[in-house]
């Protein structure tokens, strides 16, 4: 069953061009010196070094990023919070039925929430934009006697515009560590198509280092490229192994039409 270089997992191509570049070593170390072998140990080396900080990187960057998603969540939490807050105080103001400041609270009302509550669940930088527009119009002077008459607790603009400030902070750092991710995505597939490339090279070398007499040789090839062919055989087996399911399921499922059985 076929099997490609590039069906092998980013992290373990590093560990692979790691362990290679280790043989290589220990052979160049034992001697005798084989100069168009020997330059390998530096090819290996450059590209471990480059799948190493894209593995990594990426890790880390998509634990930020979750760390980031949970704080971006608890602060999206208190900006609807307040929101709520803030509304329903202003809507049951305009709302009383006897009440010197019954229309100031419904203009209030009408110009910082003409949509009620229906930006709560919007996506979060949507319904920070909205929250901002009304926290405008709630600061703006023609209503500062309003809010004193319905004796709405300033602090409560002050800690939503906090939360605000906040979320979109938040929601720039989850942006910034998504595209950071991206980044090393993409620079890694850059460093996963130079070991591929790498490892063809590797291979025609040791294969072309060595007669079809010369056992001893072989043998050292087979143990030097040991990682890399170990790891194809068992991406084979796999292969092998879903292709026979994938047959005896089809021979144990009736045709169609057949009664037998």
Not at 38 to 65: F, M, P, Q, S
Not at 103 to 121: E, I, K, R, S, W
Not at 199 to 227: C, F, H, N, W
């Amino acid at each position: 069953m076929g099997a490609s270089l590039e069906q092998i997992p980013r992290a373990e191509k590093r560990d692979i061009v790691r362990k290679i570049k280790e043989n290589l070593e220990v052979r160049a170390a034992n001697g005798p010196p084989e100069p168009g072998l020997d330059i390998y140990v530096g090819e290996c080396a450059d590209v471990t070094h480059a799948l190493d900080a894209h593995v990594t990187g990426n890790v880390l960057a998509h634990a930020e990023r979750a760390a980031r998603l949970a704080q971006l969540e608890a602060a999206d939490d208190e900006v609807d919070t307040s929101y709520r807050h803030i509304e329903g105080y202003i809507g049951v103001e305009s709302r009383r039925r006897v009440s010197p400041n019954l229309l100031g609270a419904l203009a209030l009302h009408q110009a910082a929430f003409p949509n009620g509550l229906a930006h709560v669940d919007d996506p979060i930088a949507d319904e920070n934009r909205v929250c901002r527009e009304a926290l405008l119009v709630l600061r703006a002077p023609e209503h500062a006697a309003t809010l004193a008459a319905i004796e709405l607790p300033i602090v409560w603009l002050d800690r939503w515009e906090a939360a605000i400030a906040k979320s979109d902070a938040l929601l720039a750092e989850v942006e910034r560590a998504r595209t950071e991710k991206r980044a090393h995505i993409d620079a890694g597939r850059d460093a996963e198509t130079e070991w591929v490339e790498l490892m063809v090279r590797l291979r025609r070398y040791v294969s072309s280092r060595a007669k079809r007499s010369d056992a001893a040789r072989i043998q050292e090839g087979k143990t030097l490229l040991a990682p890399l062919l170990d790891a194809m055989a068992k991406l084979r087996a796999g292969a092998a192994a879903r292709a026979t399911r994938k047959e005896n399921g089809k021979q144990e499922t009736p045709a169609a039409g057949d009664t037998t059985g």
